[in-house]
């Protein structure tokens, strides 16, 4: 397992997927009222957001799930996890900045939990590690 957060990881991964979900429905409302960007529209398109939260389920899925039973056995990380899809649905069925701000608050609560995730396989890997030097000095 890596020890750096940033690098080739499934949770580093699944929080890059999030975050820019997250910047993506923070951002897009911004650039098409400004005139010049109009034709940034296609951002908007229910297909790019279909898109992001797709990845997101998969990443999620991929990483958390597998580390759960594999690994940690913590349900932390998928509980922050189905809370950060909860208010993306959520969002589906409100209107104006309550859709943005429940979309963002979703995608930055995702990223949380692959953070989340991370930082139980850190602990983890440290538990293994200190019961093996353990059992290499007995």
Known sequence: ??????????????????????????????????????????????????????????????????????????????VTVVLGFVLIIASRFAEGNAEVLLTVLGGLTIALAHYINWKLLRVRQACVIIKHQKAQRA
């Open 1 to 78: 397992m890596e020890k750096k957060f940033f690098g080739f990881n499934w949770d580093f991964f699944g929080f890059m997927a999030s975050l820019a979900c997250a910047l993506h429905c923070a951002t897009v409302p911004l650039l098409l009222t400004i005139g010049t960007l109009g034709g940034l529209a296609w951002l908007e398109h229910p297909v790019v957001e279909g898109a992001f939260i797709a990845l997101s389920l998969l990443l999620a899925s991929w990483s958390l799930i597998g580390s759960y039973f594999n690994q940690h056995r913590n349900l932390s990380a998928l």
